[in-house]
């Protein structure tokens, strides 16, 4: 069985959409309220009468707290958490930072319900994050544990049926695939500057970018050449509009689909397998419908 801690490192897709973080907070929130509602764990009974608007409350605050963090970390802190470095482990330790909020908040609660409510039900904070914690660590590390199998399973489904659809054409793709002397000559030009690069259609194995400057990896007789040049990607791709295997997978990287082997999932997304590169290239969601339909014509 594979240790625990190599779990917390696989990579975990995380819906960055507010609409998203809005429906899994609401669903939290009800969770929640009819929980307690229903179970009436924590002496929670002696409420009384009041106890479905009590439990509601409760409901209400889980569902505003976990809807503030869900944007305070994917929305406002998009740039330091997404979905290219989030995993398993990461997204427990957010669920369990979110449960301490909730905690805090719902103690706070608590103490405004003594005066609403008039109740007896006076419990320190350590209780009211024990309760918390208790209540709901165990279901997260479930969750996060189970959605991970799921979209990993989803995607290598997706990537296994490619590849056997890839099969059945690949006497026709090498036919095709392996005409250099029909490919003709590329030329881009740098932005503010006179400095070009040319190179055969036929060489280039992929594109990557870092703020401005792309560097093209190109296949030669003496291996791999990488050359520089002043441009963006989305330039690049300007000039390569008549040239669908040229395909934008990630907002840093380019690859020409003649070169792609084979195309793996995980819970994030894809992996580009390219030919004679011992490491893969990501593919991102924003471009993974083309990168898809181009590995499968």
């Not at 939290?28 to 009041?50: A, C, H, M, Q």
């Not at 970018?209 to 989305?234: M, Q, V, W």
Request: aromatic share 16%; proline share 3%.
């Amino acid at each position: 069985m594979q240790p625990l801690f190599a779990r917390f490192k696989r990579p975990y897709f995380v819906n960055t959409h507010p609409m998203a973080h809005f429906f899994i907070s609401l669903g939290l929130g009800t969770f929640i309220f009819l929980f307690l509602y229903v179970f009436k764990p924590f002496d929670i009974e002696r409420v009384g009468s009041d106890l479905f608007l009590y439990t509601l409350g409760f409901g209400g605050v889980t569902f505003m707290v976990a809807f503030i963090c869900c944007l305070l970390f994917f929305t406002i802190l998009k740039t330091y958490v997404n979905n290219d470095t989030w995993t398993v482990g990461k997204n427990i330790f957010f669920l369990i930072f979110t449960l301490l909020a909730i905690a805090f908040c719902n103690h706070w609660y608590n103490l405004i319900g003594v005066e609403v409510f008039r109740h007896t039900r006076n419990i320190s904070l350590y209780n009211s994050v024990l309760n918390t914690l208790i209540v709901g660590v165990f279901p997260i590390v479930l969750y996060t544990l189970y959605t991970e199998i799921y979209f990993r399973r989803k995607r290598e489904k997706v990537a296994s049926d490619l590849m056997k659809n890839r099969k059945e054409y690949s006497k026709k793709l090498s036919l095709l695939y392996d005409l250099p002397k029909i490919s003709q000559n590329i030329t881009l030009v740098a932005d503010d500057t006179s400095d070009n690069l040319t190179f055969s259609l036929h060489q280039l194995i992929y594109v990557t970018c870092e703020r401005n400057y792309s560097s093209f990896f190109l296949a030669t007789d003496n291996g791999i050449e990488e050359k520089i040049l002043r441009i963006p990607l989305h330039k690049i791709m300007q000039k390569f509009s008549d040239h669908p295997q040229i395909i934008r997978c990630h907002k840093s990287f380019i690859v020409r689909s003649n070169f792609i082997q084979r195309i793996s999932g995980n819970a994030r997304g894809y992996q580009l397998h390219m030919k004679h590169l011992d490491f893969t290239i990501p593919v991102s969601r924003n471009f993974s419908k083309s990168v898809l339909l181009s590995f499968s014509s």
